[in-house]
């Protein structure tokens, strides 16, 4: 598990070189549309608070931020907000906080995603005569059927 101020410190210092180039490729708003409304946290705390939740032993958001957060980690971050209000500044750091992980977890620069579905490919009573995929399918066993189908593994 890592420290608060070692994971702060290295999303603070991700956040430092993203964030100006993300904002100018934000569009303008609108006049009619109301501009959001400033928020006490900076985009690192947000980041933080969100994946230490993920190292703890916690199970729900709502009982982490609000007996752990508002609690133990208050001297940490001095400006918390209400919990309904973090809930809605949680949907202004999603993208920065994929790009995070992205850069953490990918150092190559290309998206990886992983998917263990099934596909089927055939049904059972025509395996002798598939053709589809036939140079990269093979039978195999779900764990949620219990009876062998076709499936492609990359």
């Keep these: ?7 702060f410190c290295h999303v603070d210092d991700f956040c430092q070189r993203f964030m100006p ?3 100018k490729t934000l569009l303008e708003q ?3 549309y109301r501009k959001p409304r400033q928020c006490s946290l900076s985009y ?3 980041i933080t608070i969100i994946l230490y939740f993920y190292q703890s032993k916690h199970r729900h958001f709502k009982h982490y931020y609000l007996n752990y957060v508002c ?3 208050k001297q940490d971050f001095p400006h918390l907000v209400s919990y309904n209000r973090f809930i809605e500044l949680k949907n202004r750091v999603v993208i920065p906080m994929c790009a995070y992980l992205q850069s953490i977890f990918s150092p190559s620069g290309e998206i990886n995603f992983v998917d263990s579905t099934c596909i089927k490919v055939c049904h059972n009573r025509r395996i002798a ?3 589809t995929f036939s140079n990269i399918a093979q039978r195999s066993k779900t764990g949620l059927v219990l ?6 593994h990359y």
């Design 147 to 152: 009876w062998f189908q076709i499936t492609s």
């Design 71 to 73: 609690t133990h980690l």
């Design 44 to 46: 690192s705390e947000i």
């Design 1 to 7: 598990m890592i420290n608060l101020i070692e994971l």
């Design 129 to 131: 005569r598939h053709k």
């Design 21 to 23: 180039m993300y904002e």
């Design 30 to 32: 609108r006049v009619k």
